[in-house]
């Protein structure tokens, strides 16, 4: 590992000030996945920032009803949460679904959104890489690709984004608000993620010293109707090969309103926005939520290795959406 | 040439110590290089196997992804400092009582992850197996519950089915069972 200097930041906004001055500098919020990627070679910082002991862990329930969630909160925290369980149990299913009890009380939420691909070779130094490396080329299209990505692929890059935590913040329209050196801006979740084009080293469209100061979940009337499902390669304690995070309200049978975001199959939480669109307004059917499912994977474009994801998310959905139904009967 | 090195105030087992360590060094290399407390185990150094299991202001984390520096002000609890004299930690009683190890290399983590365990479970904390249902404490412990909730420590030598045993126990004995 290179060796780095280390401030503990008093501040966000001498925090900002330090990382934008300093490309070779990082925020360190839990390390969990930095420090990782640091002993890996991925990462090779000249400075961490250390942004873990800011005051910005309160958990809030707003008056109208929203979240507010503070970046440097822990993931089990936020996990636990009673009124987190109750008004919004997909945020609270997604986070327990992730990681292990250890790794949940060290990660914050911020650092759980900024957190890189676990693909095999943008973590192996010794591979090509266009994320890691950009032009260096991609070797997992030709090789090991059954983890990766089946909709908003790019020639340069297959990789998926990670985060459960993101998933359901997609699904839920959550924003989240960043600090950097020209001030305050708020950033919809779902356009927080780039897709990878012909910049995959670009996860998302942060630049270079902004940090995430809090999300904001808005108000749902049927929020409390939501659930997150994950189906992977083991029990417990590894990544998504698809996950769903879903929130449905039905009256009188039909669905009044939808949302749908999958985990594990794209570079970014992937909003189903045509699925949503086709389901308002129909009856609440399993072979309804089968159709509209089917035609928003029409757009995807899978490999050899990971087309079993393109049924396997199919059903996923579908059955998270009837048990949802079932739930409001 | 800047600092690339810093001053650690750290307590560890009720001890307060002062050490000076490059900025590279996590915990887990504090404990076992600095101060000489070699219980807690390095295994995968990747926070995926769990040997390096410490409790962090009594919160269970990998120390082996933990810089020192980060954890300046913090109080480390290892397993050397979870027994009062000779008596043995419940855990540890239990784990001896139930033959929860083979090899052993594992154990430590496993013992420190399994008490922060059970505070989160006496905190009523639910856990993915819990779902949507509440989580009400000691009461709604079980086998499935132990296993979720241990799913960061790895044993290579396939002890589970004792350490699931020993832990059930202890749910036992924390709601008034014997």
Redesign the interface.
């Known amino acids: 590992m290179r060796p780095f200097r280390y401030e503990r930041a008093t501040d966000a906004a001498s925090a900002v000030a330090l990382v934008s001055a300093d490309p070779d500098a990082r925020f360190l919020g839990g390390g969990t996945n930095l420090v990782d990627l640091m002993k890996l070679g991925v990462e090779r910082p000249g400075l961490l920032v250390d942004v873990s002991g800011l005051e910005r862990s309160g958990i809030e329930v707003l008056a109208d009803g929203g979240l507010r969630i503070g970046a440097q909160v822990r993931n089990s925290d936020l996990a636990v949460d009673p009124l987190v369980r109750e008004r919004f149990p997909v945020l609270s299913q997604a986070l327990l679904s992730g990681a292990s009890g250890q790794l949940r009380n060290a990660a914050t939420v911020g650092g759980n959104l900024l957190q890189r691909t676990r693909c095999l070779y943008f973590q192996d130094v010794t591979k090509p890489c266009n994320k890691r490396a950009p032009g260096t080329g991609c070797p997992a299209r030709a090789g090991e690709h059954r983890d990766m990505a089946i909709l908003g692929t790019s020639d340069a890059c297959i990789a998926t984004h990670p985060s459960d935590l993101a998933v359901a913040l997609t699904a839920l329209d959550a924003r989240v608000n960043v600090v950097g050196v020209d001030g305050v801006r708020t950033v919809p979740v779902t356009e927080l993620y780039r897709l990878p084009g012909a910049e995959p080293e670009r996860d998302t469209v942060l630049q270079h010293g902004e940090l995430i100061e809090r999300i904001d979940v808005p108000p749902s009337s049927f929020a409390t109707r939501s659930a997150y499902r994950k189906v992977r390669d083991r029990a417990s304690f590894a990544f998504a090969l698809v996950s769903v995070a879903a929130a449905l309200d039905v009256a009188d049978g039909a669905v009044q309103d939808v949302r749908v975001a999958l985990g594990g199959v794209a570079p970014r939480p992937w909003r189903a926005t045509s699925a949503e669109a086709a389901l308002r307004g129909r009856p609440a059917t399993a072979a309804n939520f089968v159709d509209a499912i089917s035609a928003e994977l029409e757009a995807a474009a899978p490999l050899p290795g990971n087309a079993f994801k393109v049924p396997l998310a199919r059903n996923v959905v579908a059955r998270v959406l009837e048990d949802l139904a079932e739930a409001t009967r | 040439m ?3 090195d ?1 001053v650690v105030r750290i307590e560890v087992n009720g001890a307060d110590h002062e050490v000076t360590v ?3 060094t ?1 915990v887990l290399d504090l404990l076992r290089e600095h101060l000489g407390l070699t219980g807690t185990k390095k295994g995968c ?3 995926q196997c ?1 040997a390096c ?1 410490v409790l ?1 202001d009594g ?4 120390s082996c ?3 020192a ?2 954890a ?1 002000g913090a109080a480390i609890r290892t397993v050397e400092g979870l027994a009062t004299g000779e008596e043995l930690h419940p855990v540890q009683q239990a784990f001896v009582d139930c033959d929860a190890l083979q090899c052993g290399y594992c154990t430590p983590g496993q013992i420190c ?1 399994a008490v ?2 059970l505070d ?1 479970v006496s ?1 009523a ?4 197996v ?3 249902a509440p989580f009400t404490g000691p009461g709604d412990l079980d086998a499935a519950e132990v ?7 790895l044993c290579r030598c396939g002890a589970y089915v004792n350490i699931v045993d020993a832990l059930l126990g202890i749910g036992l004995t924390m709601r008034g069972e014997p």
């Open positions: 800047p600092r690339t810093s490059d900025n590279r996590t150094d990747h926070g769990g299991t962090v919160r269970r984390m990998n992804l933990l810089l520096v980060s300046g992850s922060a365990m989160e905190h904390w639910p856990s993915a819990t779902g949507a296993r979720e909730r241990m799913n960061g420590n």
